[in-house]
């Protein structure tokens, strides 16, 4: 068992990508790399050539970022029982695990495409983001990570000790939600992380300076909301304006 952090330097500036890095800036967007690439595309191209074909198993802790809001859940690459059973043994406090679909789906890029390739399970997990900054909030955050690596390690054995699992899981195909004009946004009251919304409920207005409206969003499909910006003003077409579910299953233990 072991615990890797490959961009460090990203790490140590808080960032996304390594600080150093002109070009192919993301870990997470560049597998499988390149032996004669930029310095992300070298650490992705060790990473998939000499560390993962060592693991059973992998996973990737990600803390929202501080772009967005974010409620907590555990990404599963495939529709795959191996990848399910990890995703569960993460522990009481997973109860929402989701896959990627809509543009999400089959991305081979970041860090699960290797592992799908090598038939390793992983998983991705969302905990923390703009909204869970304050001290507090962070060691709580950090409590659930350590609580859930443990929780994984007694579900395969290396520890001697009965897991302990969700009583409900919510699964969801997930994928953003975009805007075609920029602006500033306006939250509509229905608009809460992790809450569910049916079909065209309005999500947000988005308004010009002078606060015309641009855009409206609303629910596609009847859906969890996942994610919602964390900054006020979305750019002109494109941008992420949250992530959002639709549930597909129901699992009770």
Known sequence: ???????????????????????????????????????????????????????????????????????????????????????????????LIARPAGERANITTNYAGPCIELGIPELTVELGGANKRLPEEDEKDVNTFQNSVLSVMKHYGMLDENAEYADEITIVDYEPLRNTHGGLIQYAPECQLNSKVKKDTLLMIIVDIFGNKAEEARAPYDMIILSVPAQPYLPNGGAQIMTIGEITELIKR
């Open 1 to 95: 068992m072991g615990i890797l952090t490959p961009n460090y330097l990203a790490y140590e500036y808080r960032k996304c990508g390594n600080p150093f890095d002109d070009w192919n800036y993301d870990l997470n967007r560049s597998f499988l790399g390149s032996t004669n690439g930029s310095i992300t595309q070298r650490i992705d191209n060790r990473l998939v050539e000499d560390i993962l074909p060592r693991a059973d198993l992998t996973l990737a802790l990600h803390s929202g970022g501080n772009n967005i809001y974010v409620c907590p859940r555990v990404i599963v690459p495939i529709k795959d029982e191996k990848h399910l059973e990890l995703a569960k043994a993460m522990g009481s406090h997973w109860s």
